[in-house]
């Protein structure tokens, strides 16, 4: 939040600057400074609505991340044991193929 007072003090103090200058270039500035004023106040609106989300929805949406997380956990320990049982096939597999020998061959 002190950032965005920050910035629109900022603004203000680069608005008086310019009372000195004539023409197009000032009022530009002028423009550009009450959009930049704007938007800065838009976005602290923003973020004082999100900082007073309810906390059952935060709660919520933690409890959903934690589901998720098991889901994944359970997922991660199939492919664990596929991977180790395919481990396994692969070790019998060399064996049977190092131990095969081809005709005329010793």
Request: glycine content about 6%.
């Amino acid at each position: 939040m002190a950032d965005t007072l920050d910035v629109l003090d900022h603004a203000s103090s680069a608005q008086r600057k310019t009372s000195t200058m004539k023409g197009d270039f000032r009022r530009h500035i002028i423009v550009g400074i009450g959009v930049a004023k704007e938007a800065v106040q838009r976005l602290a609106a923003v973020a004082l609505v999100r900082a007073q989300e309810p906390a059952d929805t935060t709660d919520g949406r933690y409890r959903q991340l934690e589901r998720e997380m098991e889901e994944l956990n359970i997922r991660m320990e199939a492919i664990q044991k596929d991977r180790a049982r395919l481990q396994e096939e692969v070790k019998i597999l060399r064996k049977e193929l190092l131990g095969y020998r081809a005709p005329g061959r010793k």
